[in-house]
């Protein structure tokens, strides 16, 4: 079984990309190689105003960190 590691700052930048053109959670965990789960949780958890920007969501991972 994997063991979670954390999403990088390049895999945050790739999620709003794809985000920006529409396409669903289970499409973006695909591109990454991740779960579908995980990539909803960090859209959920570092959301910033019902928005996922990567800056911001950086900044909110590492504030929690």
């Known amino acids: 079984m ?4 954390h ?3 390049e895999e945050r930048f790739v999620i709003e990309k794809l985000l920006a ?8 965990a695909h591109v990454l ?3 579908p789960n995980t990539v909803a949780y960090e859209m959920r ?3 910033v105003g019902g928005r996922y ?3 911001k969501a950086q900044h909110k991972a590492y504030a929690t960190r």
């Open 45 to 47: 958890r570092n959301s």
């Open 53 to 55: 920007t990567a800056a």
């Open 21 to 28: 053109q529409h396409l669903p959670i289970r499409t973006i």
């Open 7 to 9: 999403i990088r700052s």
């Open 33 to 35: 190689g991740r779960s």
């Open 2 to 5: 994997k063991t979670y590691t």
